[in-house]
């Protein structure tokens, strides 16, 4: 089996998409999922490194980085299986640049939530079916998805550029979770 070839894309490639980069390699270690992966920025100029908060973040998670930014670009699209954006502004911008990759495209916190998102939004029209109808919705309904809406992390993995070491770390731990979830979803999807 081919290995799949994700890109990882954030705004300057030097905070985000470089930690997810690394931490979705050091958590397919072992997995027996073979990965190929890069990472890139909107906004990048080719060559800057690693942030030093970022370096440190991975350093003190186990994980040895370095690496230089480099811009999205058509060949790095072209070349992805799947496109994991930082932010939905990240997606749209990608989504407006190169429209032929919408099928590969989401953010990370999107695909990691993988079929529970789909589930919700199925719920919410449900649900809107049900007060249209004039009927109150089901005890059960409300309850599943009170239940998804804890558990899909929605929104954007927010940019810890400029902040203290802590935000990094928090923005790592994030990430980490988020690739967990996804090595999940891929190992799903190559079992099916």
């Known amino acids: 089996m081919k290995p799949v070839r994700i890109l990882f894309v954030c705004t300057g490639n030097t905070c985000r998409s470089p930690m997810a980069e690394a931490l979705l390699r050091a958590e397919a270690a072992g997995t027996g999922i073979e990965l190929e992966v890069r990472s890139a920025g909107v906004a990048a100029s080719s060559g800057m490194s690693v942030s030093r908060h970022a370096r440190e973040a991975l350093r003190r998670a186990g994980i040895q980085h370095e690496g230089s930014s480099s811009p999205v670009s058509g060949e ?39 079929d529970r998102l789909a589930e919700l939004d199925r719920l919410y029209g449900e649900r809107e ?14 309850r599943r998805i009170a239940e998804l809406e804890r558990t899909v992390r929605g929104g954007d ?11 990094y770390e928090a923005c790592a731990a994030e990430i980490r979770q988020a690739v967990r979830a996804v090595l999940r979803r891929l190992s799903e999807e190559r079992r099916d």
């Open 76 to 114: 790095l699209v072209r070349w992805a299986d799947l496109i994991l954006a930082m932010t939905g502004s990240h997606r749209r911008t990608l989504l407006q640049a190169f429209p032929q990759a919408a099928d590969k495209l989401h953010t990370l916190l999107e695909y990691a939530a993988g």
């Open 129 to 142: 079916l049900e007060r249209s109808l004039g009927r109150p919705p089901e005890p059960e309904l409300e």
């Open 157 to 167: 993995i927010a940019d810890p550029f400029g902040g203290p070491l802590e935000e």
